[in-house]
């Protein structure tokens, strides 16, 4: 039995889920989330907490059982708290403003990099040097980074470039600091 697939979910004061055909849908102080999962696995509502139950031991179902629920806790934690990722800007000259809805970074390119924010997500510039952004659902927060973060990768030389906060980029020495005997 999957470790994570048998645990309840707690569904807690404010939050809304209905369960139809397998179509969650979860509403919140923050939002509304639905999401389609496979007609093979049972999703009930039993005393205030949502269960996931799998017809059989079969390879499949054991490895959608454990996914769906975290799926359905990740849709519950959202509409209530919420989900944000924190970017860094590293660089000189390299910086982040909110113009409107939209993010404009200066990344040393020759021309200003624009991100324009979604019905989704939120983008926040508490610093130059910061993008937090923030959302409901933890894919589309996890996806809007990581595509912000590749408009400039982290490079390993002097690690100039975006990446998240508390990334530990792995840094290579230069061809001049080979040693010369």
């Known amino acids: 039995m999957s470790r994570i697939g048998k645990m309840p979910i707690a569904v807690p004061a404010g939050v809304d889920v209905k369960v139809e055909n397998n179509l969650v849908t979860v509403k919140g102080p923050k939002g509304t989330l639905s999401h389609q999962f496979s007609r093979e696995l049972g999703i009930a509502l039993e005393d205030g907490s949502v269960v996931v139950t799998r017809p059989s031991d079969d390879k499949k179902h054991r490895s959608l059982h454990g996914l769906t629920r975290t799926l359905i806790h990740n ?26 809805k939209n993010l404009v970074m200066n990344l040393g390119f020759s021309h200003q990099v624009i991100v324009p924010e979604t019905d989704d997500i939120q983008i926040d510039v508490p610093q130059p040097n910061q993008i937090v952004i923030k959302g409901i659902d933890k894919q589309k927060v996890g996806q809007f980074a990581a595509e912000v973060r590749e408009k400039r990768l ?8 975006i990446h998240y906060l508390g990334e530990r980029i792995i840094r290579k020495e230069g061809k001049a600091g080979k040693g010369k005997k």
């Open 75 to 100: 849709m519950v934690e959202g509409v209530v708290n919420g989900y944000s990722k924190t970017l860094e800007i590293d660089g000189v000259g390299y910086r982040a403003q909110k113009q409107g």
């Open 154 to 161: 982290p490079e390993p030389y002097k690690g100039k470039g």
